[in-house]
């Protein structure tokens, strides 16, 4: 499926190396004033300009948004808001040994024995490319959110097996350097979320957001309150922490989450010609914060 969402339904559509990439967002009320210096903002971060380590291309491409329809003079009509972004640094020749072979840890295979056929342009659908179009419509949705008071902050809290923050960069370049690749974690908190959010018994809270979370590429795992660590702990002494929902359902307090971004399998080091990230989990924060938005802007309306 290429649509998330029902009250605001987000569609994305393109590929790595096509012509472009893009969405409709439908839902979206009328009267709202874009800012689009915001989804600039975000677009940048997401693109990781001035990071260590970061893919060749995401550094290059301009990421400039052309608003299709349901926007006039930067205001919503109520219609549904197309857009899309043109590829403008897509090298589809860096792939051309890729037509008959498969890499290791891409869905380049998985893809071909479903459908018969795929795009080996730098895995086409499957390409964290697509996630730009994701942040445009995160940032629309976080607008309106922030309106409702509620504010959504994600950020990177571990790299490897480092957890200072400012140690990062280092880390991240040493992978660089050796042609190699390392995962990372990303943390989300979520403010002024209304209580009572989330629906017993299969639309809980954490299972929307797992479900969205988890859609994002290379993640490969999503944990709130106690998480994985809280199997060590005796429950007298965690019975507390609820990450901020309690049977499903969002209790007042902060919602915290984390989720896991893998290794970039395709590196020098593993004999991969293209451009990509030495971690691409410090590209990720924008991402988790756009799709916080959209799985809340669906269940709070």
Sequence with gaps: M??????????SFGESHGAAIGGVLDGVPAG???DFA?????????????????????????????????????VTLGTPIAFI?????????????????????????????????????????????????RVVAGCIARQDLAAQGVTIHARLVQVGAETNPEKFPEVIE?????????????ECRIDGLPVGTGEPIFNKLQAELAFSIMSINACKGFEYGTGFGGVTQPGSAIN??????????????????????????????????????????????????????LTLVNLIG
């Excluded at 290429?2 to 569609?11: A, L, M, P």
């Excluded at 693109?47 to 003079?73: F, I, N």
């Excluded at 991969?272 to 924060?285: F, I, L, N």
């Design 2 to 11: 290429n649509t998330f969402g029902d009250k605001w339904s987000f569609t």
């Design 32 to 34: 709202m004033a874009i």
């Design 38 to 74: 915001l989804i600039r903002k975000e677009l940048d971060r997401r693109a990781g300009r001035g990071a260590s380590g970061v893919s060749q291309r995401a550094a290059r491409e301009p990421d400039e948004v052309e608003w299709l329809s349901g926007v006039l003079d930067g």
């Design 85 to 133: 972004i043109r590829n403008k640094d897509a090298r589809p020749e860096d792939y051309e040994a890729l037509k008959h072979t498969y890499r290791v840890g891409h869905a380049d295979k998985a893809y071909e024995l479903k459908y018969g056929i795929r795009d080996w342009r730098g895995g086409g659908r499957a390409s964290a490319r697509e996630t730009a179009a």
């Design 174 to 186: 040493s992978y660089r350097r050796e042609g190699d690749s390392i995962g990372g974690i990303v």
């Design 240 to 293: 507390a922490i609820s990450g901020g929902i309690s049977g499903g359902i969002s209790d007042g307090t902060e919602v915290v989450f984390q989720c896991v971004f893998k290794p970039t399998p395709s590196t020098p080091k593993a004999g991969v010609k293209g451009r990509h990230d030495a971690c691409v989990a410090t590209r990720a924060v924008p991402v988790v914060e756009a799709m916080t938005a």
